[in-house]
């Protein structure tokens, strides 16, 4: 896998042209409130599919008054380096996002990026996660499952389509039988593989998190479960459709799907008594971040995938000995990392193979 040696960005966000080169595995990038931390991790993620961490539009990176932004990086993967351009076009009056690899733009150039970098991350508004709605945990869960399917994406996409094709075709008075039918029958087929997917991630997470507990004596146990009305193990493809097909008249009133993974929710419980909305915002994001790193341990061990680690701002509401748990733990693990923090003495303890960075008056 691959690691970040550096990154140039010009007319992004905050940045009219800024360089740093980057440490093989621990980066620090401190300043104060609004100097650019978080702009700097999601211009790493740019490397990644999508528009960023923060899914923002490509309008709002580019530089305020400017009419594009150039994001350039150089990635070093089995001793080779390559350079990355991840660039803003205008065509239409509509933005779209442009990657490069070795100045070609290519499907060849995607499929490389795709197969070379994967990203897990934090960003603050995730401490809310366990108090937030459902769709956050589903989609929490579901960047998990991407960070090492890299198809997950194309079957989620599958799945919400059909669901709008159905839900129009519920609306129309008059419709085809064999046409729900058969995208009843897609819908099936897509949703017992979110269910599958999404379960095994559980599985493997509540495994993980099991050995980092011994290994960090973090003092809570915790246990994900998988909350659905619908879903029952062993559901099976016929049962799935019958329950569409009954389903179709309440479905047409209330104009959407009342059943399906796209309801579904994920708790946690916190040895084996309370749920985890009820510990404090410090514990809360201590968990959090200790899920990431269990699914990045499964990735290096179980699928080879060596993920590099955003992590931005994880030292707020922490308390001495969580923000130890946390940092110590970096050290286990043989990755590139990124971290942002107020403040330099933070991350005190951190010394060997680790670069600090001072962004607050560039
Ligand atoms: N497109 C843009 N052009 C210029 N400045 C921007 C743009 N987008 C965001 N900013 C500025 O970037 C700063 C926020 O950067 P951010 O990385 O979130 O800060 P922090 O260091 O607190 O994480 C704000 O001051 C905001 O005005
Ligand atoms: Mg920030």
């Not at 493809?237 to 008249?249: A, D, G, P, T």
């Not at 047409?252 to 040895?271: E, V």
């Amino acid at each position: 896998m691959a690691k970040i040696n550096k990154i140039t960005l010009n007319r992004y966000r905050n940045f009219k042209s800024y360089e740093i080169a980057f440490n093989e595995k621990n980066n620090i990038i401190y300043g104060s409130n609004g100097s650019g931390k978080t702009n700097i991790l999601e211009s790493i993620s740019l490397l990644g599919k999508g528009r960023g961490f923060r899914n923002s539009s490509i309008e709002d990176l580019i530089y305020k008054n400017e009419n594009e932004f150039l994001v350039e990086s150089e990635i070093e993967k089995d001793f080779d380096n390559h350079n990355i351009k991840i660039y803003s076009k205008l065509t239409n009056n509509k933005y779209k996002k442009i990657s490069s690899v070795n100045n070609e733009v290519s499907k060849e150039a995607s499929v490389f990026l795709e197969q070379t970098l994967s990203f897990l991350y934090f960003l603050p508004e995730m401490e809310r996660l366990f108090v937030s709605s459902p769709s956050y945990r589903r989609n929490f869960i579901d960047k998990l499952i991407f960070s090492e399917n890299k198809n997950y994406n194309k079957l989620m996409n599958k799945y919400k389509k059909n669901l709008t094709e159905r839900n129009k075709i519920l609306q129309l008075n008059n419709f085809d039988s064999n046409w729900i039918s058969a995208i009843e029958n897609e819908i099936a087929i897509s949703g017992l593989e979110i269910y599958r997917l999404r379960n095994e991630k559980i599985e493997i997470l509540n495994n993980e998190l099991l050995n980092l507990n011994k290994l960090t004596f973090y003092p809570f146990s915790v246990k994900f479960e998988h909350k659905d009305i619908f879903y029952k193990n062993n559901i099976d493809k016929s049962e799935y459709l019958k329950n569409l097909k009954n389903f179709r008249n309440i479905d047409s009133q209330y104009g959407g799907t009342k059943i399906g993974p796209h309801k579904s929710d994920f708790l946690a419980k916190i040895n084996s008594e309370i749920s985890a909305s009820k510990l404090s915002t410090g514990q809360q994001k201590t968990l959090v971040l200790i899920t990431i790193y269990a699914q990045c341990k499964h990735l290096i061990n179980q699928k080879n995938i060596k993920p590099i680690l955003l992590f931005d701002e994880i030292c707020s509401h922490l308390d001495e000995t969580n923000r130890k748990i946390l940092l110590e733990l970096s050290k286990g693990f043989d990755i590139q990392f990124f971290f942002t923090g107020t403040e330099k003495s933070l991350f005190s303890f951190m010394s060997t193979n680790t670069n600090f960075y001072n962004i607050s008056n560039i």
